[in-house]
């Protein structure tokens, strides 16, 4: 594996400066940093930040205002433990952009700021056309649960269960977030829905607990709980 990505280190730099003898236009511009950012990505995955960062560095050289070059050398410096640095480089991007948006929001999770987090995310989930819009909005149900913003955290799931019908993850975020609402008649009704398998999952359990606990305190006050026993 090694010797492989050193090979592909090799071709990529004769590559490199090969191309740089005669001018380029944009497009070829991007086509050779996107292989370095590739390289890059495959270091982090072993661990190797020493090698992936010098990469980002050469095609920040080639392209300077790439935004993916500057997201990429952001998540090393983040990685890296290197904080004020990372923060730097996000605070100098678009942050209309939704790539630039989602990362941000991560980024600022990593570090404690949940409430800056829910405040720069939302270029990424209103982006329509965005690839990882799913992704983002199911960040931001995740940030708003944390930041106890739970009919913020019901809208967004609503949207989600539209884009994507049936998604046990999703309901089981619906029965979290509707039990936090004091909604316990519709928690009960997503529950219903889901597949006895689901049922089994460590999150089902824990929600479990939760519905006994509020059958508990109804029948101290000789309420009835509903036709399911947990």
């Known amino acids: ?17 090969g191309c740089q003898i005669f001018p380029t236009s944009q497009a070829d511009t991007l ?15 072993r ?4 090698e992936a960062l010098p990469l980002v560095i050469q095609a920040e050289a ?28 996000y605070e100098r991007l678009n942050s209309e952009s939704p790539a630039v948006s989602l990362a941000y929001a991560q980024f600022l999770r990593q570090i404690d700021q949940t409430e800056r ?9 209103d982006a329509i056309d965005f690839i ?19 009919d913020g955290a019901a809208r967004d799931l609503t ?4 884009m994507k019908t049936e998604s046990p993850e999703i309901q089981l975020l619906q029965v979290e977030v509707e039990l936090k609402r004091g909604l ?26 939760e519905f006994r606990r509020i059958r508990n305190q109804l029948k101290l006050i000789g309420q009835d709980f509903g036709p399911y026993d947990f």
């Open 184 to 209: 316990t008649e519709r928690a009960l009704q997503i529950y219903r829905t889901l597949p006895v398998i689901v049922k089994t999952s460590e999150k089902a359990e824990h929600l479990k607990l």
């Open 47 to 50: 661990g190797d930040l020493t």
């Open 132 to 150: 990882h819009r799913y992704d983002a909005l199911q960040f931001r149900v995740e940030l708003l649960i944390e930041a106890r913003q739970f």
């Open 1 to 17: 594996m090694s010797r492989m990505v050193m090979l592909f280190t090799i071709l990529i730099q004769s590559l490199l400066t």
């Open 117 to 125: 987090a829910i405040a720069v995310i939302g270029p990424a989930c």
């Open 31 to 45: 086509h050779r940093v996107d292989p370095l950012l590739n390289l890059a990505d495959a270091y982090i995955a």
């Open 62 to 89: 080639i392209a300077p205002s790439s935004e993916p070059v500057q997201l990429k050398r952001a998540e090393i410096l983040a990685r890296q433990g290197d904080i004020e640095h990372a923060f730097k480089v």
């Open 159 to 162: 949207k989600l269960t539209r």
